[in-house]
């Protein structure tokens, strides 16, 4: 081999060898960086694995919460699908008993025109017989009458408020009851005024009762009490009239008078009662022939004990009894002898 290529290959092994050093450097430089690379790749990796994993956790929350309001509305759509399916049910029951109420109420006013069409059409409810209750002063015949029912008419087709109004237009009728007995009886009950007093007027006597109702003009006198000093006008003194308010106010007196007097045993001696004064009202009793001077309608009971101590006293002496002054104040009550 000559020299010169020793020389050669020399140089060429030193180069090679300085390009191997550089080399070998460079390859543990790479090596450094790749693992270096590789660090951070992995620290990467972990990273993104983290970041996906705190994804997914987010992913499943939010999935979860997502299914769960999902879930949450169903229930609502559920519930506000069986609040409306109610709703509708109800609808549909109120409807169902309305129309039944409506179908009953038709056939029930079907029946009912049907049975009157036929009450009112048959001969069966035709009247046979009227009868009166409880009238003494009014007969029968006049109460019909007045009435204006009559037989052979159908039971129903009669007004019942009209006929006892129509009644009632006789003063000695205070109340009227009317009754239909199926299927062809009329029973007309009948509450009456009694009189009580009687009052003169234009030498007639008109009957009033305890309400001061006149219920008869009449010539002939009853065997009633006679009040004298009526203050109403005569105009007025007609049948179904009532007396003034001023003597309605006298009347009260009499009748606590007429009370006490039957507590006593006198109220059948009374022939009259004169009121022209109310702070003296006087009674005559025609019996005993003497007159009560009675004051006012105070103290009865006293004042009616002497009288009767004074009738028993006095017996058939007529006179005038004097018991209308103050027993408070030392009165004595007294009798005057007629001369």
Known sequence: MSKKTKEQEVNLYYFDNGQDANSTQQREETIDDIMKRKKAKEREKRIEQRKKQEFDDEFDIDTETVIGMTNKNKIKQEEQKRKEFTKQQRKRNRLVKRIKRIVKTLVLLGIIIGAIA?????????????????????????????????????????????????????AYIEDVKI??????????EVTEREPAFSIPVLGEFAYINTQGYILEIAQNELNLPIIYGIKTNEENIAVGNRLEEEDLTSLEAILKIVSAMKENGLYDKVTNIDISNKND?????????????????????????????IIEQEKNV??????????????????????
């Open 281 to 309: 009202y006087s009674i005559y009793m025609q019996t005993e022939k003497k007159t009560i001077h009675l004051g006012d309608a105070s103290n009865l009971s006293n004042k009616l004990l002497y009288v009767v101590a």
């Open 118 to 170: 036929f009450a009112t059409c048959s001969p069966i409810f035709n009247i046979e017989d009227i009868e009166v209750l409880n009238n003494n002063r009014v007969s029968s015949e006049t109460i019909i009458s007045l009435s204006g029912i009559n037989k052979n008419e159908n039971i129903f087709r009669f007004i019942a408020t009209k006929a006892m109004n129509n009644i009632k237009q006789n």
């Open 179 to 188: 009754k239909r007995v199926i299927p062809n009886k009329i029973q007309i």
């Open 318 to 339: 007529e006179g005038d009894i004097f018991v209308n002054g103050d027993f408070n104040d030392n009165f004595k009550a007294y009798f005057r002898e007629k001369v």
